[in-house]
């Protein structure tokens, strides 16, 4: 047997109290153990989107890229009243197309992923602003809120955006929020 596994064998062989293949092998295969499982949610997932759901993701995938664009040139401030002055006219209750069907907590799960698909971890406020858009279309009231961790918790500054309706958390966790103190609220 040629390869990595066998020359780290013959180093170790004797200085661990199990065989050294044995530990390896059963270091790789957790790991792909939990790779398998990861892809296998992954793939579950997938399946259980609607088509009507990937027409939702679709669009709100080209609007995250949107919001990415418009954010390099105004400010935030100025974008959100821009959305809201959208979603109040006649043609912009329409967008996103398929949209009606959907519940809140679905609708903001589709959000979240198509924000995820663009930013990664770090997309909270293009997620708040996917979800302001997508919940003012609908006539509910939703702010954007902003909020930082006060400099006494740690040394770097961290910032979160998310979402209120008459002042409950939408899509995110009352516990992980309560650790931001709000900086700005934008209506």
């Known amino acids: 047997m040629r390869g990595g596994t066998f020359a780290y064998s013959r180093r170790l062989k004797g200085k661990v109290g199990l065989k050294p293949n044995l530990v390896i092998a059963s270091a790789v ?6 790779s398998f499982r990861r892809y296998r949610h992954y793939a579950r997932t997938l399946k259980s989107i609607s088509p009507r759901e990937w027409l939702v993701i679709t669009q709100l995938s080209i ?28 043609w912009g209750t ?27 971890q770090d997309s909270c ?7 302001y858009w997508l919940l003012g279309t609908r006539g509910e009231s939703v702010e954007i809120v902003i909020g930082v961790i006060p400099p006494s918790r740690q040394d770097a500054f961290q910032a979160h955006a998310w979402i209120e309706s008459d002042q409950d958390i939408i899509g995110d966790s009352p516990t992980h929020i309560s650790t931001y103190q709000e900086l700005i609220r934008y209506p």
């Open 125 to 131: 406020l293009i997620f708040a602003l996917l979800a």
């Open 63 to 90: 609007a995250a890229i949107v919001f990415e664009i418009l954010l390099r040139f105004q400010q935030l401030p100025a974008l959100t009243k821009q959305v809201k002055q959208f979603t109040g006219q006649r």
């Open 94 to 120: 329409v967008a996103p197309l398929g949209t009606a069907p959907l519940d809140q907590a679905r609708l903001v799960q589709l959000a979240r992923w198509s924000a995820r698909v663009w930013r990664g």
């Open 29 to 34: 295969n957790q790991s792909a153990r939990r």
